[in-house]
């Protein structure tokens, strides 16, 4: 035991150290981080400032010199003059005044002197608004090493001012130490610099002393590029500093077009005088981290304490159970008890009431007690004892006179068996027997009908509507739901010889026995459909209940092979032929019924020649504008003309297309044909919906492949919407995220289909990069009659306007649907009320008539037949 203590504490002390190692690196990592940036960030806006405040030097003695030239003219005095002798009284000290011959050079007092043949000053580079040079280098034979600021004024006339003496006022030095200062064009070339950088590089980079293809260089040369604000760490002089730059104005430049250059305001700061000013976050971080540590340090000695608390209660336990006698049992030959042994006494209530052994309960059937002793197997008695019953498992072994039964308290072990059973038995909503017990019952009865020809029968009764419900209200009013349909069944059973099983989520199973005949099963769903009426009463709330019903009669004569498993196909198969099925609600299963498995195949054959032939085309659904009573969009839908499916839904075979990921290929086709008609609908001023599954946007190169066609077709930006549904979007949001708004950024629009049926919030929305919401056409089917479907519609038109989604109702199908939408706040609809999907000579028609010459207006009162799109 000391050994163990021992070793326990070793192992937590070498888990503590370990853990505040690494508790100090990320402490090390997130303090110089964190700290680094904040500076850089500081010292980014201090450089900022700095360089406003030069552009506001440069501009106001720009405007300066303009209106005094234009005074000094009115005035018809000699404009050099006035401006070297009372300019500059006014404002910073001019030292010369020069005219600019292009392409010449400079005339100074009278005298032209032609610009150097060095390359770096080029003609053509001379002046634009301002320069920074050196008439000794930019002049020929003209000997004057001064650093001159060239302004050029409206007029084409060259002032020129001491470049130290007007800038050194300008860089104020503050609470963060400056080490040097530059002022560089956007090639990097130095045009001044503080007296303690006395540089005699020409150009900044070499100043870094680093190579054009260091990492620091190219993030330097990107910023000077780019106008943007940078700031970097790096060496200067020997020295670690933070290097800060900051662009000028574009109005501030040298040269002329196409080859003027901007300048850059450029900063380096001592490291430490930088971070100096943010050491209280320093400390609070410390702070943090060792806080952090002290309740790591509280919670590992917590779990020391536990676990040491732990296998000192197992030591003692054992130790226990080894000292406890067990329990002993003696009886004769015939399970007479004989002797019972004090630990029996002790622990078991009443026990001089037990004369036999049959006097006690057992798990093992009654009738088998005996045989079990006398062949020595083991036996589990369920005893009471003062406060519960306890599993006592004995082990038979033979003895002078009879046997002796020795037994080991097993409450523990068998009570969690009956939990575990009762868990993979029994359905946790309703506590019906689930899919395993039916399995089992199944195994259990397929074997003894063929031994008394008895007629069953397995009801399968899907609940349709659960959906539904579970969408419009909470995951309580389902489960309320569920268990108030249960209840129905059991009543209509009541005098039935009948077991209920709940084996899905909206699925309930009945197995009925010994049935007189299979049309009683017939009877049995009408009473049950009588009782329901197709609504249930659950938390004061009236439900629609929507049910559909498989039968499969258990007849072992009429197959080969009949088992369990195949009788639950037989009655699942049964279900889905109902659900497909618009003309009966229970289908009782027959072999014609395998068939479907069959035509699915055949149809994923002849897909995948439609797919290599490419034989599709492109329908287009009308999205309608109320107020302007035009069409203002397109949903772009591909259809499959096979005669062999002409009457079969689109979504047969894009659900199918979905599952044997044929539908990358189907959606490549469906955008390829809608591009290249897209030319044909830029006259009329709509936008054009592309759905996209989810199979599609998940894959490598989708987005650069929409930018691709949409370049190659000339397709005008936010015409194109991008359809993706709501639920893949929550599903999958880190995955497609990113992608979407690349997609936007690119000119396409984004539509979330579908809204309403995931567990996305209007305000979460509003951040990602989406323009419309279409919502669940679920909602509107049942807006006429469901209070529930008509507060969510009107809350999420509400809500979208509010953060300035358009909304787009979809599925509108009767008059009465379309007047409540109105009133709701909705202006766009779509859906049969107003037209089906066409192809595309008749919806170019119907462009033409409602969008150009204005003909025809829709009629938004009219009736139409439920259809689906």
């Known amino acids: 035991m000391r050994f163990y203590t021992q070793k326990l504490t070793a192992i937590f002390a070498l888990v503590f150290v370990f853990f505040a190692a690494v508790l100090f690196f990320v402490y090390t990592a997130i303090d110089t981080q964190y700290l680094s940036f904040r500076a850089m960030e500081n010292l980014k806006n201090i450089n900022q400032s700095t360089a406003v405040r030069i552009e506001q030097s440069l501009r106001l003695d720009l405007d300066r010199l303009d209106a005094f030239i234009a005074d000094a003219e009115m005035a018809g005095r000699d404009i050099d003059t006035a401006v070297l002798e009372d300019f500059r009284a006014q404002s910073n000290p001019v030292r010369l005044v020069a005219e600019h011959v292009e392409n010449v050079g400079f005339r100074i007092d009278g005298t032209l002197y032609r610009f150097s043949s060095?390359?770096?000053?080029?003609?053509?580079?001379?002046?634009?608004t301002l320069n920074i040079n050196r008439l000794s280098d930019m002049l020929e034979d003209y000997d004057d090493n001064t650093l001159y600021l060239i302004m050029q004024t409206e007029d084409g006339r060259l002032v020129l001012f001491d470049a130290?003496?007007?800038?050194?006022?300008?860089?104020?030095?503050?609470?963060?130490?400056?080490?040097?200062?530059?002022?560089?064009?956007?090639?990097?070339?130095?045009?001044?610099?503080?007296?303690?950088?006395?540089?005699?590089?020409?150009?900044?980079?070499?100043?870094?002393?680093?190579?054009?293809?260091?990492?620091?260089?190219?993030?330097?040369?990107?910023?000077?590029?780019?106008r943007e604000h940078n700031a970097l760490r790096t060496n200067l002089f020997g020295q670690a500093v933070y290097l800060v730059s900051s662009p000028l104005s574009e109005s501030f430049s040298a040269g002329h077009q196409p080859d003027f250059y901007s300048f850059h305001i450029i900063q380096t700061f001592d490291i430490t005088d930088s971070i100096a000013p943010f050491a209280y976050l320093r400390n609070a971080l410390l702070g943090v981290f060792i806080l952090t540590g002290l309740l790591s340090f509280v919670g590992l000695f917590f779990i020391y304490r536990l676990v040491l608390s732990k296998n000192n209660d197992l030591e003692s336990s054992r130790l226990t159970h080894y000292y406890e006698k067990p329990y002993i049992v003696k009886v004769g030959h015939r399970a007479n008890i004989r002797w019972v042994n004090r630990t029996f006494k002790r622990n078991v209530s009443d026990y001089k009431a037990y004369k036999q052994l049959g006097d006690m309960?057992?798990?093992?059937?009654?009738?088998?007690?005996?045989?079990?002793?006398?062949?020595?197997?083991?036996?589990?008695?369920?005893?009471?004892?003062?406060?519960e019953k306890r599993y006592i498992h004995f082990t038979v072994v033979k003895s002078p006179g009879g046997y002796t039964l020795v037994g080991d308290d097993m409450t523990d072990i068998e009570g969690r068996y009956d939990s575990l059973r009762m868990l993979a038995l029994t359905n946790p909503i309703t506590l019906l027997p689930n899919r395993n017990q039916m399995i089992g019952d199944l195994e259990v009865l397929l074997k003894k009908q063929r031994i008394d020809e008895a007629k069953h029968s397995l009801i399968g009764i899907e609940i349709v509507s659960i959906k539904r419900i579970k969408l419009l209200m909470s995951e309580k009013i389902v489960r309320a739901t569920l268990n108030a349909i249960k209840s129905r069944l059991e009543e209509t059973l009541e005098k039935s010889d009948a077991t209920v099983y709940h084996t899905d989520d909206n699925t309930f199973v009945v197995l009925m026995h010994n049935l007189p005949n299979?049309?009683?099963?017939?009877?049995?769903?009408?009473?049950?459909?009588?009782?329901?009426?197709?609504?249930?009463?659950t938390d004061k709330n009236l439900l629609d209940i929507e049910m559909k019903f498989g039968i499969f009669h258990i007849e072992p004569e009429k197959y080969a092979q009949l088992n369990e498993r195949l009788c639950l196909e037989?009655?699942?198969?049964?279900?889905?032929?109902?659900?497909?099925?618009?003309?009966?609600?229970?289908?009782?299963?027959?072999?014609?019924?395998?068939?479907?498995?069959?035509?699915?195949?055949?149809?994923?054959?002849?897909?995948?020649?439609?797919?290599?032939?490419?034989?599709?085309?492109?329908?287009f659904q009308p999205q309608i504008d109320h107020d302007e009573n035009r069409i203002f969009g397109l949903e772009a839908l591909i259809r499959w003309p096979h005669p062999r499916y002409i009457n079969e839904s689109p979504l047969k075979f894009i659900k199918l297309a979905e599952h044997n990921n044929m539908i990358i290929e189907i959606g490549r086709i469906a955008m390829r044909r809608t591009f290249e008609v897209m030319k044909k609908f830029e006259p009329y001023d709509v936008e054009v919906s592309i759905n996209v599954s989810p199979v599609q946007m998940m894959q490598v190169g989708f987005v650069n492949e929409m930018i691709a066609l949409r370049n190659a077709y000339d397709i005008k930006e936010n015409v194109i919407c991008i359809e993706i549904t709501e639920t893949f979007l929550m599903t999958s949001f880190e995955q497609i995220i990113d992608k979407l708004r690349v997609?936007?950024?690119?000119?396409?629009?984004?539509?979330?289909?579908?809204?309403?049926?995931?567990?996305?919030?209007?305000?979460?929305?509003?951040?990602?990069?989406?323009?419309?919401?279409?919502?669940?056409r679920a909602f509107i089917e049942h807006i006429e009659t469901d209070r529930y479907s008509r507060a969510i519609v009107g809350t999420v038109a509400s809500l979208a306007?509010?953060?300035?989604?358009?909304?787009?109702?979809?599925?509108?199908?009767?008059?009465?649907?379309?007047?409540?939408?109105?009133?709701?706040?909705?202006?766009?609809?779509?859906?049969?009320?107003?037209?089906?999907?066409?192809?595309?000579?008749?919806?170019?028609?119907?462009?033409?008539?409602?969008?150009?010459?204005?003909?025809?207006?829709?009629?938004?009162?009219?009736?139409?037949?439920?259809?689906?799109?």
């Open 118 to 128: 060095n390359p770096f000053y080029n003609p053509l580079n001379a002046v634009h």
């Open 164 to 226: 130290y003496h007007y800038f050194e006022p300008l860089f104020i030095t503050g609470e963060v130490r400056r080490v040097n200062y530059f002022i560089i064009d956007t090639y990097a070339q130095i045009f001044y610099q503080d007296d303690q950088a006395s540089s005699s590089k020409f150009f900044f980079i070499d100043v870094m002393q680093v190579g054009p293809n260091n990492l620091q260089a190219n993030q330097m040369q990107d910023a000077l590029e780019n």
């Open 361 to 387: 309960a057992f798990t093992q059937p009654p009738e088998d007690i005996l045989d079990h002793i006398k062949r020595q197997r083991t036996l589990t008695a369920i005893l009471p004892f003062k406060e």
């Open 518 to 537: 299979h049309g009683a099963v017939i009877s049995f769903v009408d009473r049950l459909n009588q009782v329901i009426s197709d609504q249930a009463a």
């Open 570 to 619: 037989h009655v699942s198969l049964a279900i889905e032929h109902a659900k497909t099925s618009t003309a009966q609600d229970v289908v009782i299963f027959n072999l014609g019924l395998t068939k479907f498995t069959t035509l699915d195949e055949l149809m994923e054959v002849d897909l995948a020649k439609a797919i290599q032939n490419e034989d599709f085309i492109m329908y």
């Open 743 to 776: 997609l936007r950024n690119n000119g396409f629009n984004i539509h979330l289909d579908d809204f309403g049926t995931g567990y996305s919030s209007l305000a979460y929305l509003s951040d990602l990069p989406i323009n419309t919401l279409k919502i669940d």
């Open 801 to 869: 306007k509010n953060v300035g989604f358009e909304v787009i109702a979809e599925g509108v199908e009767t008059p009465n649907q379309y007047q409540l939408l109105r009133r709701a706040g909705y202006n766009r609809f779509q859906g049969f009320i107003f037209s089906p999907a066409v192809n595309l000579s008749t919806i170019l028609e119907m462009l033409e008539d409602y969008n150009i010459k204005r003909s025809k207006t829709f009629d938004f009162t009219k009736s139409s037949r439920s259809r689906k799109k």
